[in-house]
């Protein structure tokens, strides 16, 4: 088991930065992989970004080139950079570690933390 702590999250101007943290009660190392997802007030989850144990990393098109995950193992917090923000992301920003099983996979989710962008 792990518990995931979020923060970072805030209010900010359009084109403003922020970096999301989420650390971890134990290594994330045996994850498969980090994820950041959010969810905007009326719409569904989103996948934002992954990164594997192996530092192999997905965004989704809405977010590449603006945002960057990495993972600090030592740490065991994953970050997520977000640059040139817009409004459009204002959401709240979920942290999940995955793990593969071939009977079981395994989610853990943290609580949250909250990014406005707005003017």
């Known amino acids: 088991q792990v518990q995931l702590v979020e923060s970072g999250g805030g209010l900010v101007q359009p084109g403003g930065s922020l970096r999301l943290s989420c650390a971890a009660s134990?290594?994330?190392?045996?994850?498969?992989?980090m994820a950041w997802y959010r969810q905007a007030p009326g719409k569904e989850r989103e996948l934002v970004a992954t990164?594997?144990?192996?530092?192999?990393?997905n965004y989704a098109d809405s977010v590449k080139g603006r945002f960057t995950i990495s993972r600090d193992n030592a740490k065991n917090t994953v970050y997520l950079q977000m640059n040139s923000l817009k409004p459009e992301d204002t959401a709240v920003y979920h942290c999940n570690a995955h793990r593969l099983g071939v009977i079981q996979s395994q989610d853990y989710w943290g609580q949250g933390t909250q990014v406005t962008v707005s003017s």
């Open positions: 134990r290594s994330i190392f045996s994850f498969n992989f």
């Open positions: 990164i594997t144990s192996g530092g192999s990393t």
